[in-house]
């Protein structure tokens, strides 16, 4: 799950396809440097006396995944609407792509490309004419429109069935349609609002294969809010989001290491023995559970290599049990995300969701 | 699961000129114009009410209809009934701009490096389209009620449905601007559609009624767009002037009878404020 950023990636990319991509630049790309790809500085959203999105800051780096993870109603949607020039922030400033979301929408619109949370592919028309008024929308020059379609709708194999008329989808593969969409103009930051979300974790898993596989072609910074613990982990660095406010933020793995040690459950002949070995030689302090013998360290994966040198112990089974990401949100909220979901706050902020979402 | 890109064309942003607000205006006038056009449901239904209109009502007021000086009642009800069929499928056609913005493609548009006014353009000529080729397929009909397929009248009647049918959207997207949810069109039809639909003399002619009435007749846009209907219609009909009086008197100011061209810049001076205004709400919606 974990990446770092392979930069043969990047460079393979550019060298066939800079010739077209040069062609199309025209006057209006401006390198964007050095600046990060979204840089939010102290951004708040209120809705009469809720505050969806409180002084929040946070930078994205170009090409970096960056995960908004939280209960719904923690102000995720609020924070991307804001980045994507639909709702306008109360106070703070956010860039993105290189320009500025209340003064620069334009800008901003042109270079992003945004993958809603609930379908919004019209059903009326077919796969492939969904693709060319969004094309037509983005200005994406005819000559490159017919490959640059077929590569997009193979790559979310939909390519067969682009003659379809999006009523017949079903509703994995209109969300595969609409990131499909989202990727057409080779955007610099997509914006995936709950990208997975109701889909069967087949498609799910297809969905993420997609993204990273474009994410890698094309070199583009992935935003994205999600609530299900396990898709953060497809992210470079999380923020954890709660009630408006980032409460975490850092690798997938720093978070968990911030919370704390991994369990090692290690399956021995003689439980009482091994307990006592483990403190005479190792100074650690192991516990019977459920027939194995039980204990925490820091770094687990690096501890089994020393502590089948070092106990001496006969081991024939071990169990290596990372904290997940839902122990980290525990930690910092002390609370599950689904208590926090269930939670009378969550009305609140859903209902000031909703409230945003008919402005918008 | 693994995949290899082959070479892809990127395409880098484009958006903020003229031409791709021009492109958006072109995106959502064809997409209106597929959309009617795989709604085969929509088109069949929407001309029921018409000939309900024409053919039941119209048959059965026309034994009380004594006054028509020889002229079928049907014959006088329909290029009201034209303007009915243009009144409503313009308004409804703006009207989808609210389920859009909750539900589906206005939300991509939103986004998208187009200017809220293309929108707007986009669907008026949108409901225009739309609403003249349901018009046109209603005109089909003339001939059942004793009116001449004539060309000059043809051309007449499809230009003005066209003008009307612009305005009419218009102010269909102005309304749906300001209203959030679909429940609201209820309202809004009740409010605005149906007295603006009774007031302009579609139904009835504007002849001869009490005072107070033939004052609301004049305050509605809708008598301005329906009284050059129904003046191409009667001008190629064989009308004895006692008819001509009693069902086509047209609009008069203080006495002075206004000719239809002037009839024609009342709707199209509508048509620009009224865009002019839906631009403006549109745009304000964050």
Redesign the interface.
Known sequence: MQRTFDPGVAGLKSA??SV??AE???A??QPIGEEPAIVVDRLTKRYGDVEAVRDVSFSVSVGETFGFLGPNGAGKSTMISML?????PTSGHARVAGADVVREQ??V????G?V?Q?P??????TAE?NLR??A??????AA?LA??LK?ILE?VELWDRRGD?VQNFSGGMRRRLEIA?GL???P?VLFLDEPTVGLDPQTR??IW??IE??RR??HITIFLTTHYMDEAEHCDRIAIIDKGEIVALGTPEALKEAVGQDRIEIGVPDPEGAIAALKARLGIDATMSEGMVAFYVDNGEEFVPRLFVESKLPIHSVRVARPTLDDVFMAYTGRTIRDAEASGTEQLHAMARRFG???? | MTMTLPAVPTVREAGGSLASDLRGVRVVWRRELIRFSRDRTRMITSLIQPVLFLFILGTGLSSIARSTAGISFKTFMFPGIIGMTVLFTSVFSAMSIVWDREFGFLREMLVAPVKRWSIVLGKCFGGMTVATIQGVIFLCLAGTVGVPYSPVMLIELVGEMALMAFALTAFGVLIASRIQQMQSFQVVTQFFVMPMFFLSGAMFPLSGLPEWLTALTKIDPLTYAVDPLREAVFSHLNVSPVAQHALDPGVSWNGWRLPVPAELGIVAVMAALLLGAAMIAFSKTD
């Open positions: 066939p396809l077209q991509t199309i630049v025209g209006e790309r994507c020039t639909l709702l306008r334009g800008k619109r042109g270079r992003i945004l809603f609930d919004t592919v019209d059903e009326y028309l004419e008024f969004h037509q929308l983005y200005g994406v020059p490159v490959p640059r590569q790559m008329v969409r057409l103009h080779s610099r898993a297809h294969t997609y596989t474009l072609a094309e979402s008919r402005r918008s």
